[in-house]
């Protein structure tokens, strides 16, 4: 893949300075030992935590490294005692000096959104609460973030009751678990691109970040995580665009990080040693989307994917350490929809 435009002069040295500031260095990059998926991890300190579902629970890990996660001691910070079904995909976020976990439970149609919380990474969570979210409909893959100071959690979930596309919402929120208002819908999987896999066709795993100009990203992944069609892309809110007005989000015009080149924007190229990348996290001080990556440097991520060579499937799927950068000058494009066409900006490049 090509690597962002290199500035010159007082920027360069610049942004070399920020290169060298903790958290800022370039990520170590490859397939983990990690036999699992969705990996969701911040930085604290200079320690890196990471949760994961397994079985009936979850666990939280350890290190200073992300690469070091895999091989971290896994610690169990909660049990479904209520038999509340499947556990899927939880999310860690810093907020309030405490630490929050969302992940999905349930079973079928059920699957809805908890939270647990505590004052320390691995240890001492609260039981779980459901999410009040609008409409009380399937949610998976919810996530906290607080932009222009106010809270939002975004999610993929269905519109009514019926297993027909996954698409992703956003709501205010009052307090970390705490949803305020209605809900948004800010994507759904109708571009060819995303629909290449389907029944249901996907757009879910929604991560939030902040560009260099300040604007809001929500990088997700699009197509069904069944298939090495699996894919991440990126929506990217209008300078001054309100997050709660879908014709404000411009979308990709295809992958930004994937297997298959027929599918991917034009100027970027897809993988070379994985198939289906996709349920990433972006690996944040504290998570917090203010932190956000300045342009130049290239920063950790974290994904789960399946090593070429491999047969696809989810039991094939490890955890794997990259890194992202900011590409400025990018314009995505759209037609027959409100507002305007193009909207240009900063958009990203995944690397392996």
Not at 40 to 57: D, E, F, H, K
Not at 241 to 263: E, I, M, Q
Request: hydrophobic share 35%; proline share 7%; glycine share 10%.
């Amino acid at each position: 893949m090509k690597r962002a435009r290199r500035p010159s002069g007082a920027l360069a040295l610049a942004l070399a300075l920020v290169a060298a500031l903790p958290g800022a260095a370039p990520a170590e990059a490859g397939q983990t030992s990690l036999r699992a998926a969705d990996p969701s991890v911040l930085r604290v300190g200079g320690t890196y935590v990471a949760v994961q579902s397994t079985g009936n629970g979850i666990d939280v890990r350890q290190a200073s490294s992300t690469a070091g996660l895999a091989t971290a001691p896994a610690r169990r910070i909660w049990t479904d005692v209520r038999n509340l079904g499947e556990v899927w995909a939880p999310e860690i976020v810093r907020d309030g000096g405490r630490y929050h976990v969302y992940f999905t439970a349930g079973r079928g149609a059920a699957h809805r959104m908890y939270a647990i919380s505590s004052a320390s990474p691995d240890s001492g969570y609260t039981a779980e609460t459901k999410l009040a979210l609008p409409d009380d409909k399937w949610a998976i893959d919810g996530t906290l973030f607080t932009f222009d100071g106010q809270r939002w959690f975004v999610w993929s979930g269905w519109a009514g009751d019926t297993n027909v596309e996954q698409n992703l919402y956003i709501a205010r929120m009052s307090g970390p678990t705490t949803p305020t208002g209605a809900r948004y819908v800010i994507s759904q999987p109708r571009e060819p691109w995303e629909r290449v896999v389907g029944n249901p066709y996907i757009n879910e795993s929604p991560e939030a970040i902040k560009d260099p100009n300040g604007q809001l990203h929500v990088v997700y992944s699009a197509n069904g995580s069944w298939s090495d069609r699996y894919c991440l892309a990126d929506l990217r809110l209008r300078a001054g665009g309100d997050p709660t007005h879908v014709w404000d989000w411009y979308k990709s015009n295809g992958c930004l990080f994937g297997s298959h080149r027929d599918a991917m924007m034009s100027g970027w190229d897809p993988t070379l040693r994985v198939d289906g990348p996709g349920h990433h996290t972006f690996v944040l001080l504290d998570g917090d989307i203010a932190t956000s990556p300045p342009a130049g440097p290239t920063f950790p991520l974290m994904f789960h994917a399946v090593p070429k060579g491999t047969p696809y499937a989810w039991e094939n799927r490890y955890w794997y350490t990259g890194g992202f950068c900011w590409w400025g000058d990018t314009t995505y494009r759209r037609a027959n929809v409100p507002g305007a066409n193009t909207d240009t900006g900063w958009s990203l490049k995944f690397f392996e």
